[in-house]
Structures are given as structure tokens and as C-alpha cells.
């Protein structure tokens, strides 16, 4: 059972205690714009799942009923225990090379660009980690099911959740066995002495045998994201730019053999006729001003979405196809003119009305076209009525810019 959908509402209640402590504390780690991008990607990796692209299943099972592995009777306590114990050794690995090779750091990028640390951080995921299954094929051929593995591994993404966080210091003797939010804080750091260390996902025991773990520093403090930043609130550039970055490098260089091996480099490694990146782990944090209704606005535009993308993904199955791919692509341009929104752009109110004229359009073929109840329409009609009425208040009613500190 993949227990991540359960524990959504865990998720969400605990960033909003996270964000009254940090209130009350005077310590706030949440920056709106930073914080509606980290949830727009995890949402986006979740709602991925209805274009049906992944094709893990497919050749795990062709593997392991090619091979003819016999299967784990998961009766026993211990061997749930080995299970979840040998799928965190896999995931080590396939972190790990997540960070040395470009074409698995080109979908691990997205979870370290955050240049803040909560939970929300933890949520903000990749949509385009489609190889990475690779490394867990030793479990499935070792004869661990398939259902034990989804298992095993969703409970293993939920502990990870907790250690994105800067409230918890230390805990104690744990720090030497667990992946505690002490040594999580340096591996989402871009400080030099911070880079690529503490892989782990639940036991930090990996690291310290494999030796790639390092100690926070009380006189270092962590500075967190990219080195060569991000510089958007895009979600689908922050999916697609490291991509589209190697393309760009493979074709450029006059090497045969680097147009290949710059996919399986470090990240940082160019060919000798590509130029050098011009990285900064000191540059100043994206943050374009905005206004008290762009961020009242979109803060409850991202929520609405987050739902529509939720129950979209829950019906998946039971919805025509074509409306599945069409409120796909919708809810993908409403979080990207969120973040035109953000970044303080021109064109984002004519990309709203636009979007908000797509809605009205949806809501009078969705009837006709799909045959869904009226109430569908009924909804998403005065959704896109409201939505509308909110712009026109926003040329009636002048709102300050200010810059999103909390």
C-alpha cells in the first residue's frame, strides 16, 4: 500500500503548525512565492501519474518473470524489517548518483532549489524521474514483492518529510543512525563544504560508511538552493530547464564521445569547447516584490488547484480520457500563470483572463462534450465568475507592492 496519500492531510497540518511556530518564534522559514512553488511541484508530480508515462511496472515484472525469482512470504516482521532496511541502502545509491550523474540530477534538481527549509520543501518533487527505478531492481530480483517494495518505500518518503525543517536542532545520539533535520539541512545546502553529502534517506549510516556524510557546523551556517539558482517561480522551467540545459551542451560540444558522456558527468563537469558555469553559492535569494492581492490571490488559487489536481488524479480512471489530458494541461498553464503572477510579470493578467475565459469555456461544453453532471459545471462556472470578480476589485481597489518575507 502506497501510504503517501494518507498521510497528505498530516502533510499540510504540519506545515501549518510548522508556520505558527515559526511566527510565535519570531524564526519564520516560510516565503509565500517559495513556498506556493515547492507545493505547486509536488502537486505536479503527483498529477503526472494520470498521463500514464511510467513504464517501471512494466519492466520490473517482464524482469522477474523472466528470471523466475521466487517471492518473499512478508508473514514475518523481520522481513518487512530487511525490506525497509535494504530499500534505504537502494535509495542511498540512487540519491547518491543523483547527484553525480546529469541525467538523474537533471529530475533531483527540482527538490534542492528551494532557497528556504521547511516541509514544504520536503513536498517539492521532481515530474520527470522516469529511470531512477533502475537502482531498486536488486530488490525485486532479490524476491521482495512488489507490493512490499511500494510499501516499504512510501513510508520511507513520509519519515523524510519530518527532517525538512529548521525548528529541530539536534537529537541527540540519533544523529549517529538516523537522518536527523541536522544533517538534512547540509545536504540541501549549497555551501562548498556542504556539497553533495548526507544521502540517506532514514538511516544516515550509509553516509558514514560510504563516506560521504558531513556535520552541520554551529560557524556555518547553511545557505540553501542551487548554485546557479533558480531565478523563476515557473514550475514547468523548474522541471525542464537542467534538461534542457544538457540538450543544450550535447549538442553544442564538437565531441562525439562528450555529446554522450556529459549525460553520466557530474553536473558541474562541461567538455573543454562548452563554456564553464558561472556559479555563485552566495547569490541573493530570488525575490520579486508583489502585492497584497497577488498574494492573497494566488495563495487561494493554489489551493483550489491542489484540490482540482487531488480529486483528478482520484477519478483518473472513471473520467473520459480526453477531459483527463484537457484539465491536465489546464491545471499546468493555472500554476504557470501562478507563477507569472509572482514573479511580478506584465503579461500575467491577460494570461488570468485567459485562463479564466478557458474555465467558462469548460464549463459549458463539459455536459456536452463529456457528458459530466451539471454540477460540474455549475462549479467551475461561478469558480471562473469569482476569479473574475477578484481582477475587477484589483482595478478598483489599489494594492501595495511589498516583497514576501513571511
Not at 27 to 51: A, C, F, H, I
Not at 142 to 161: C, M
Not at 162 to 167: A, C, I
Given at each position: 500500500?502506497?501510504?503517501?496519500?494518507?498521510a497528505i492531510?498530516?502533510?499540510?497540518?504540519?506545515?501549518?503548525?510548522?508556520?505558527?511556530y515559526?511566527?510565535?518564534?519570531?524564526?519564520q522559514t516560510y516565503?509565500?512565492?517559495?513556498?506556493?512553488?515547492?507545493?505547486?511541484l509536488?502537486?505536479?508530480?503527483?498529477?503526472?501519474?494520470?498521463?500514464h508515462?511510467?513504464?517501471?511496472?512494466?519492466?520490473?515484472?517482464a524482469?522477474?518473470?523472466?528470471?523466475?525469482?521466487?517471492?518473499?512470504s512478508?508473514d514475518s516482521?523481520?522481513?518487512?524489517?530487511l525490506?525497509f532496511?535494504?530499500?534505504?541502502?537502494?535509495?542511498y545509491?540512487?540519491?547518491?548518483?543523483?547527484?553525480?550523474?546529469?541525467?538523474?540530477?537533471a529530475?533531483h534538481?527540482?527538490?534542492h532549489?528551494?532557497?528556504?527549509?521547511?516541509?514544504?520543501?520536503?513536498?517539492r518533487?521532481?515530474?520527470?524521474?522516469?529511470?531512477?527505478?533502475?537502482?531498486?531492481?536488486p530488490?525485486?530480483?532479490?524476491?521482495?514483492p512488489?507490493?512490499a517494495?511500494?510499501t516499504?518505500?512510501?513510508?520511507?518518503l513520509?519519515?523524510q518529510?519530518?527532517?525538512?525543517?529548521e525548528?529541530?536542532?539536534?537529537?541527540?545520539?540519533l544523529?549517529?543512525?538516523?537522518?536527523?533535520?541536522s544533517?538534512?539541512?547540509v545536504h540541501?545546502?549549497?555551501?562548498?563544504e556542504?556539497?553533495?553529502?548526507?544521502?540517506?534517506?532514514?538511516?544516515?549510516?550509509?553516509?558514514?560508511?560510504?563516506g560521504?556524510?558531513?556535520?552541520?557546523?554551529?560557524?556555518t551556517?547553511?545557505?540553501?538552493?542551487?548554485?546557479?539558482?533558480l531565478?523563476?517561480?515557473n514550475?514547468l522551467?523548474?522541471?525542464?530547464?537542467?534538461?534542457?540545459?544538457?540538450a543544450k551542451?550535447s549538442?553544442?560540444?564538437k565531441?562525439?564521445?562528450?555529446?554522450?558522456?556529459v549525460?553520466f558527468k557530474?553536473?558541474?563537469w562541461?567538455?573543454?569547447?562548452?563554456?564553464a558555469?558561472e556559479?555563485n553559492?552566495?547569490?541573493?535569494?530570488?525575490?520579486?516584490?508583489?502585492?497584497?492581492?497577488?498574494?492573497?490571490y494566488?495563495?487561494?488559487?493554489?489551493w483550489?488547484?491542489?484540490?482540482?489536481?487531488?480529486?483528478?488524479e482520484?477519478?483518473?480512471?472513471?473520467?473520459?480520457r480526453?477531459?483527463?489530458l484537457?484539465?491536465?494541461?489546464v491545471?499546468?498553464?493555472s500554476?504557470?500563470v501562478q507563477?507569472?503572477?509572482?514573479?511580478g510579470?506584465?503579461?500575467a493578467?491577460?494570461?488570468?483572463?485567459f485562463?479564466?475565459?478557458?474555465?467558462?469555456?469548460f464549463?459549458?461544453?463539459l455536459?456536452?462534450?463529456?457528458?459530466l453532471?451539471?454540477?460540474f459545471a455549475?462549479?467551475?462556472?461561478?469558480?471562473?465568475?469569482?476569479?473574475?470578480?477578484a481582477?475587477?476589485?484589483?482595478?478598483?481597489?489599489?494594492?501595495?507592492?511589498?516583497?514576501?518575507?513571511?
Amino acid at each position: 500500500m502506497n501510504y503517501v496519500v494518507v498521510a497528505i492531510p498530516f502533510f499540510i497540518l504540519a506545515m501549518v503548525v510548522e508556520f505558527l511556530y515559526g511566527a510565535l518564534a519570531k524564526k519564520q522559514t516560510y516565503r509565500l512565492s517559495d513556498t506556493v512553488n515547492s507545493l505547486q511541484l509536488g502537486t505536479l508530480s503527483r498529477l503526472m501519474d494520470v498521463l500514464h508515462l511510467g513504464f517501471a511496472s512494466l519492466v520490473l515484472g517482464a524482469l522477474v518473470q523472466w528470471v523466475g525469482v521466487p517471492q518473499w512470504s512478508m508473514d514475518s516482521a523481520w522481513a518487512w524489517v530487511l525490506a525497509f532496511v535494504a530499500y534505504d541502502f537502494c535509495y542511498y545509491w540512487k540519491h547518491r548518483y543523483g547527484h553525480e550523474w546529469r541525467i538523474l540530477w537533471a529530475s533531483h534538481i527540482a527538490h534542492h532549489q528551494s532557497e528556504e527549509f521547511n516541509l514544504s520543501t520536503a513536498l517539492r518533487q521532481t515530474g520527470t524521474d522516469y529511470i531512477g527505478f533502475i537502482f531498486y531492481i536488486p530488490l525485486f530480483l532479490a524476491g521482495i514483492p512488489a507490493a512490499a517494495i511500494v510499501t516499504v518505500g512510501s513510508l520511507n518518503l513520509i519519515y523524510q518529510f519530518w527532517v525538512h525543517t529548521e525548528h529541530v536542532r539536534r537529537v541527540g545520539p540519533l544523529e549517529w543512525i538516523l537522518v536527523t533535520p541536522s544533517n538534512h539541512r547540509v545536504h540541501h545546502a549549497r555551501n562548498p563544504e556542504y556539497l553533495d553529502k548526507n544521502y540517506g534517506g532514514v538511516f544516515i549510516i550509509w553516509d558514514r560508511l560510504c563516506g560521504t556524510f558531513k556535520d552541520e557546523r554551529a560557524d556555518t551556517p547553511c545557505v540553501y538552493g542551487i548554485t546557479t539558482g533558480l531565478h523563476s517561480w515557473n514550475p514547468l522551467w523548474a522541471n525542464l530547464h537542467f534538461w534542457i540545459d544538457t540538450a543544450k551542451i550535447s549538442w553544442r560540444t564538437k565531441h562525439w564521445g562528450d555529446k554522450l558522456r556529459v549525460w553520466f558527468k557530474a553536473p558541474a563537469w562541461v567538455p573543454s569547447d562548452v563554456a564553464a558555469y558561472e556559479a555563485n553559492w552566495r547569490q541573493s535569494k530570488f525575490d520579486p516584490p508583489t502585492s497584497v492581492f497577488t498574494r492573497v490571490y494566488i495563495f487561494s488559487q493554489l489551493w483550489i488547484m491542489t484540490g482540482a489536481s487531488l480529486w483528478l488524479e482520484g477519478k483518473d480512471k472513471e473520467l473520459p480520457r480526453t477531459f483527463v489530458l484537457a484539465a491536465f494541461a489546464v491545471i499546468l498553464f493555472s500554476f504557470y500563470v501562478q507563477g507569472a503572477w509572482l514573479e511580478g510579470r506584465a503579461m500575467a493578467q491577460r494570461l488570468e483572463w485567459f485562463r479564466i475565459a478557458i474555465a467558462s469555456v469548460f464549463a459549458v461544453v463539459l455536459g456536452t462534450l463529456w457528458s459530466l453532471p451539471a454540477v460540474f459545471a455549475v462549479a467551475l462556472g461561478t469558480y471562473a465568475v469569482l476569479s473574475a470578480v477578484a481582477l475587477v476589485i484589483r482595478h478598483i481597489v489599489p494594492s501595495p507592492s511589498v516583497r514576501i518575507a513571511g
